[in-house]
């Protein structure tokens, strides 16, 4: 294989779980990746909070539906599924630590458990239950690419998917339950700023007065959406990309979008404002 | 006027210079920009180097057609205009500074000369004529609003808006010269992660083999686009708009954009990458 084309095949998990029943959830879970796999995945996203559902009513449902990561159910079934299928997953989970709940989302591969990230922007309710999150963004390198996670609400802030980039992610994976209608259009420019690949698995259905607006996507470093599920259907989408378009920087020949930050102007970023 | 709202009438003004022509240019744009005072403008925004033409061969093309600011023929014009019909605009000018060139934009009132800004990230060529600019993202005062500049390549660094809205601005003036097809609809995203309005003025028209993309358009904080200019005609479209609306970055009962930002977790924005 020549030129440094490495090519891969990633997909989005868009699904309605229901809420509290995190062993249903699972089963289904796991017959919707089976789509995936035969598509010849190698690496899929699913929602965020998909086991567990998203609309809490009380600390004590968080409690009792959270889990260890990544000694708990949802984590330890989707490493077992990946190492059996050599396949990459992430998947937001409910994370239990001490007394503390995060809303985090996984990575596990063929080797095992990679990573967790736990959601840094908490979005409305959110805030009465989970912990604003505490790790990095980062990249991690898989079997062929580098990869970041963001989850849902994060990306409202731009500063995230910047920083995914400036660590090395090729691809953004963004698992989320979205209720507001600006994300998909929204995104389209990040990919193009920061010529990163951004998977957002959404879900789909209503929950407790909520309703999830679906359209998951897959866009690439150009802008274009490589695949876009509907706003109602529970579906699996698998795109083959080349990982190593999101290297190059270079928008003209003059143009290298690392090159040509002013990091010189850019100090007001860090300032504080409430 | 109760409840804080400060209606307010702002425009693009898309046209097609000529290169090199300075004088026809700015006689055409004085045409253009009755049709903006006969629809009430407080607030237009002209594109990029709109005197000069943008695709210079040489330096000393630069050098013959660039002016210092504000004591230069096309500041000088515009100035008086805003005098003399009470409006704001923003126009960029081809300045000379001693023997250094910028691709800047000047912001001009009632008041007479206000703001200078130099573009921070050059685009191809510009960069064999052009110093990068020096000037910080800032934001000013004008008679209803506090608006900030940015010129065409700059809205690639999503760091500029993010700096322009942190420091105040309600409305970003984006003098363009567009060539790449992304721009329009990458900045969507920006407009509602900001919640600022965005005016694009955009060129028309083909130059020494250079074909711009008109499109000019205005994006409220809500991700509406309430104007939008076609590909090859010169125009000019005024919108009414409350600038508080900016003000709050709430996007639900408990998310603040701002007080939500995790500025603790931010600092790899600062670091550089070449």
């Not at 259907?233 to 990309?241: A, L, T």
Request: proline residues 4%.
């Amino acid at each position: 294989m020549g030129c440094g084309l490495v090519p891969m095949r990633v997909g989005f998990v868009q699904f309605k779980p229901v809420f509290g029943r995190k062993e249903r959830n699972i089963k289904r879970i796991l017959t919707l990746l089976e789509f995936g796999v035969r598509e010849g995945a190698d690496l899929l996203v699913l929602p965020e909070l998909c086991t567990t559902g998203y609309r809490f009513k009380s600390k004590e449902e968080v409690r009792s539906l959270s889990e260890n990561v990544p000694d708990g159910m949802t984590t330890e079934t989707l490493i077992r599924y990946a190492e059996e299928n050599g396949l990459y997953l992430v998947a937001g989970v409910c994370e239990r630590s001490g007394e503390r709940y995060f809303n985090s989302a996984v990575l596990v591969g063929p080797e095992g458990f990679i990573a967790k990230y736990r959601k840094a922007h908490l979005f409305n309710e959110e805030k009465l239950w989970f912990t604003r999150g505490d790790t990095p963004f980062q990249a991690y390198r898989i079997a062929k690419a580098k990869v970041g996670m963001m989850i849902c609400f994060d990306w409202f802030f731009p500063e995230v998917i910047r920083i995914l980039a400036l660590e090395g992610a090729q691809i953004v994976c963004h698992p989320s339950n979205l209720v507001l209608p600006y994300c998909q259009s929204a995104l389209l420019g990040a990919a193009v700023q920061n010529r990163v690949f951004i998977i957002t698995a959404n879900r789909v259905g209503s929950e407790r007065g909520l309703r999830f607006t679906g359209m998951s996507q897959i866009i690439d470093p150009n802008m274009n959406v490589l695949a876009k599920g509907g706003r109602d259907r529970e579906e699996v989408k698998v795109v083959e990309i080349n990982p190593k378009l999101s290297d190059s920087k270079k928008v003209t020949e003059r143009n290298d979008l690392w090159a040509d930050r002013r990091v010189d102007l850019y100090k007001p970023l860090l300032k504080t404002l409430r």
